[in-house]
């Protein structure tokens, strides 16, 4: 059951979120209740902090036992700033 609720916030709070909400294909309503849900939950679990997104693309890749994530970020920056 949704209720309905009032909040006092910033003019420019709210337009930034309005336009997060719409390039993410949301409302506010459900990123307020996202947040009340996440910061109110007795325990976290992992995958309460991950999102939605992430947990469905999670595993989708599979890599090799020796491949370092910290080696291919800094290949990664180099590439970029270096070249």
Known sequence: MSTKL?????????LRAKR?????G???SVMVEQY???ITADQVQ???????IVREL???IEL???FSVRE????????KYLK
């Open 6 to 14: 009032t909040l006092s916030i910033n003019e420019n709070t709210i």
């Open 20 to 24: 997060y909400a719409k390039s993410h």
């Open 26 to 28: 949301t409302s506010l």
């Open 36 to 38: 009340f849900s996440y």
């Open 46 to 52: 992992e995958e309460e902090i991950t999102s939605p």
């Open 58 to 60: 999670s595993g989708l």
């Open 64 to 66: 090799d036992q020796d």
């Open 72 to 79: 291919a970020y800094g290949k990664h920056l180099e590439d």
